[in-house]
């Protein structure tokens, strides 16, 4: 074993230790606690699992945790309503729908709603079109926590060469371009891409987010690459990344292990975004060292 091993855990702690520093001196200077409104649809088991955390961990940091649980029969106008009212609530400063949706409702309806000061997510378009032109903008928090790792490994990514395999919109796109955005040359790979090896071998980074368990292999890596595994894939009851991290490591120079890696990373970054919502919503410049 030669990678050293990126302990998100750890990371996700301390940031989650800034932002509570960061939510008391708001509620000091303004009066109220930033809010975080989660909206849950239906009965997916790990849905129900992901909003429970959510709301721990924003009452943990000193936030307000507002939690909408609707029934599956919830109907695309009644869900809009809600968020419409969301929005027109001084006291919730992010909002957050919980996705998958059931079948029948329009992600992309819903999201659209959603007032992109309050969009903790990063998902309603205008925040993608702002991150893509470079402007200030809420950042989905998986990618934007695989990049505060990154940063914190590597320093200056400035030049590097930079693989990101998987093109959703909720992982790929959004880190392809914070990886753009920090001078890197960057590849997307994705279900058609061809020799993806020979791609992957060519990355001083590689952010798998493909939902394929342990896809990525140690001889398709060029030595002392740095490796963010985001997938989480259930196999035997075990968690597994995207990457086989066994071989990984003999090969890379860093990895993100699963679970303990990406993961808790996301969550933190939700109450990041929040508490930057919060202040931005306030007319205050966001605390330093988020
Ligand atoms: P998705 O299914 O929306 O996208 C998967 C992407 O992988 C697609 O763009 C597809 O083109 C690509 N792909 C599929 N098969 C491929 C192949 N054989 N070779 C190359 N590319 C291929 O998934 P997503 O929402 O982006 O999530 C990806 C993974 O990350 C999943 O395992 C998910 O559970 C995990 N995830 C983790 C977190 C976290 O907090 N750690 C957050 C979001 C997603």
Known sequence: MVAAVIDGKAF??????RVAEGVAAFTASTGRKPGLAV???GQDPASQVYVRSKGKATIAAGMESFEHRLPETTSQEELIALVRRLNDNETVDGILVQ????????EQAV???????????GFHVINAGRLAVGEEALV??????????????????????AVVIGRS???????????????????????????????VRRADIVVAAVGRPEMVKGDWLKPGAAVIDVGINRVDGKLVGDVDFASASEVAGAITPVPGGVGPMTIAVLLRNTLVAAHARAGLAPPEGL
């Open 12 to 17: 996700a702690e301390g940031l989650r230790g």
């Open 39 to 41: 909206v849950l649809v």
């Open 99 to 106: 996705l998958p949706l059931p079948k029948g409702i329009d």
């Open 111 to 121: 999201i659209a709603t959603i007032d992109p000061a309050k969009d903790v997510d």
């Open 140 to 161: 989905p928090c998986t990618p934007l926590g695989c990049l505060m790792l990154l940063k914190d490994r590597l320093g200056d990514l400035s030049g590097k060469e």
């Open 169 to 199: 919109n909720i992982v790929g796109k959004p880190m392809a371009q914070l990886l753009l955005q920090q001078n890197c040359t960057v590849t997307i790979a994705h279900s058609r891409s061809k020799d993806l090896p020979g791609v």
